[in-house]
């Protein structure tokens, strides 16, 4: 009997443990449908490989966002199998630094583009770590993000620049030995100033990314090595911004390209569909810009420049979110092989007070007739440390924005010029730029040359102080002044400082015996002007060219 007893209990140990390991292994009995176990699995699944997000080309690792501005997460989130929907609820972007996190739920749109807006952050040069996230697991991560200044460089090649691709595979841009390697600046050092180019590629609907970011799957830091094929101008002005703000990265985002006109850039151009519109939403410190050779080629692209490029700033004020975004641009600088490029820098000047700017503040220009250091033979002269430290100087000032009133430091620019009753003309130059008016001769050689200034010994530097050698005293009368009456035949006029103005008189051997029955007068209105005296203010920044009416 206790045999039978201990068989059957055997038994029945047997069939439990049987069925228990039939049930693991899912090959036992079907108790229930088993919907329980399969709802865990789709959404786990759901949370991870069933949903995806993509996230805009440029946003990758080792990106900067721009301090002290909303910080905004975009891109498109979708399932694996489209009858499903995206909850917004459940997804989120978080941006963590150590114990500090910061979190945003997305809107979502029909089509599935999505956007987080986080709040803005302070400049660190320590990384943070950026996450999307559906139903709180991670869907994509970019493990060091920094938080800094941006800005955006645009334009065609004297924007764009740099050692790798113009000087080894284009020896003539050496022009025959007036430059030499020597004479290049060296490559910006500093693994606080990070890089994204945009390719030369219009094909593509999100931003395109140069083979060099590609490659490395990030932006790239400023080194030996990276940073020749950054841009020399803004290497040039990162240099300064950093000196300046030791503790804030610097990002750039490079658009510019070469032989390009402005139309391009602008609303309806390819570059503009390409390059700057799918950078929308991403805010930045301000827009560094130099273009306008390709315009000066023919005068209906020179005399419409004004218009395109006070278009240009309202638009790219638009895409980036702010009305009063600084904007700096150069001036074309001294050549003589486009006919019109003295039209295009007066298109460049008169933009400034354009009234259909939307917004006429922050919006600056660097003269650059003086910084070539005698290579303007060449379409892409030196300089560009110069033209970088003038820049720098112009952003820092705009930097606490307008309600302080903070002066931007241009070259004397021209307000209006009157008759006067002894038959001269006076010229008088917009309130702010005409302090210290001086005569000065410009030194086309290149011991002209800047550097950062040393904020630790003076802290109310400016850039500008970094620039040596740039002008020679002289005691030469000022150059470059014309007048014409209406006839429109132009003769050389005597000028001298009065003050805060210029006046002009007739000059010796010319036919006019006064400037009475003069109508118009112009300052240094050619491609490639030579003087060995022109017009410069207390901040050793010269004059901007001009042509205007006399009233």
């Known amino acids: 009997m206790n045999t039978k007893r201990l068989a059957r209990t055997a038994l029945a140990v047997i069939v439990t443990v049987g069925i228990v390991v039939a049930i693991i292994v899912g090959c036992g009995p079907k108790w229930g449908n088993g919907s329980a176990l399969h709802q865990n699995e789709e959404t786990a699944q759901s949370s991870n490989s069933q949903v995806s997000v993509t996230l805009p080309s440029y946003y990758m690792e080792n990106m900067v966002f721009q301090r002290n501005q909303p910080l905004v997460v975009k891109g498109t989130v979708k399932f694996a199998h489209a009858s499903k929907q995206i909850d ?6 978080t941006l963590a630094q150590g114990k500090m996190t910061a979190s945003a739920t997305a809107k979502i749109a029909k089509n599935g583009s999505f956007t987080c807006t986080l709040n803005a952050q302070k400049a660190s040069l320590e990384s943070y770590s950026l996450q999307v996230k559906y139903d ?13 200044d941006v800005f955006v460089a645009a334009g065609q090649s004297n924007m764009e620049l740099n050692y790798t691709q113009y000087y080894p595979e284009n020896s003539a841009n050496f022009g025959n030995g007036i430059i030499k390697e020597t004479d290049l600046p060296k490559p910006l050092v500093d693994k606080n100033v990070k890089f994204v180019i945009a390719d030369h590629d219009v094909k593509n609907t999100d931003f395109p990314l140069a083979n060099v970011n590609l490659n490395a799957g990030a932006w790239l830091n400023a080194d030996s090595t990276n940073s020749l094929h950054l841009s020399y101008l803004t290497q040039q002005f990162a240099l300064q911004l950093r ?10 985002i490079q658009t510019a390209w070469g032989g390009t006109p402005i139309r391009r850039h602008v609303r309806g151009g390819d570059i503009y569909a390409n390059h700057i519109a799918p950078l929308k939403d991403f ?13 000066a080629m023919n005068f209906a692209t020179a005399t419409e420049y004004e218009s395109q490029m ?7 004020r638009t895409v980036f979110g702010r009305k009063n975004l600084p904007f700096l641009y150069v001036q074309l600088a001294r050549w003589t092989n486009y006919q019109y490029t003295q039209n295009v820098r007066e298109a460049q000047r008169t933009t400034l007070d354009n009234a259909n700017l939307q917004d006429r503040s922050n919006v600056a220009m660097t003269v650059s007739l003086d910084t070539d250091k005698g290579t303007s033979a060449l379409i892409h002269p030196l300089g560009k440390d110069i033209l970088g430290a003038r820049m720098a100087a112009q952003y820092l000032a705009m930097e606490n924005g307008t309600k302080n009133a903070v002066s931007v430091p241009n070259g004397p620019l021209i307000e209006r010029a009157r008759h ?10 917009q309130i702010g730029t005409a302090s210290g008016l001086k005569a000065m001769q410009p030194n086309y050689t290149k011991s002209a040359s800047a550097s950062a200034p040393d904020y630790t010994k003076n802290s109310k530097a400016t850039p500008l102080d970094g620039i040596s050698n740039i002008v020679i005293p002289t005691t030469a009368a000022l150059q470059g002044f014309e007048v014409a009456n209406s006839s429109g035949q132009w003769v050389p006029a005597n000028a001298i400082i009065r003050g805060n103005q210029v006046v002009l008189s007739a000059a010796n051997g010319t036919p006019l015996d006064n400037l009475s029955g003069i109508t118009q007068v112009r300052y240094l209105f050619s491609g490639n002007p030579k003087c060995a005296s022109i017009l410069y203010n207390d901040f050793n920044l ?7 009416i006399v009233e």
């Open 310 to 316: 006070t278009a240009l700033i309202n638009q790219y």
């Open 420 to 429: 006067t009753v002894d038959g001269k003309i006076a010229l008088s130059f």
């Open 88 to 93: 917004a609820s459940k997804l989120s972007a």
């Open 136 to 148: 709180g697991k991670v869907v994509t991560e970019l493990a060091k993000v920094y938080v800094g």
């Open 283 to 295: 805010h930045v410190a301000g827009v560094l810009w130099y273009q306008g050779c390709d315009d």
């Open 542 to 548: 010269p004059a901007s060219p001009f042509i205007t």
């Open 243 to 252: 000196a300046k703000h030791p503790n804030v990265p610097v990002g750039i």
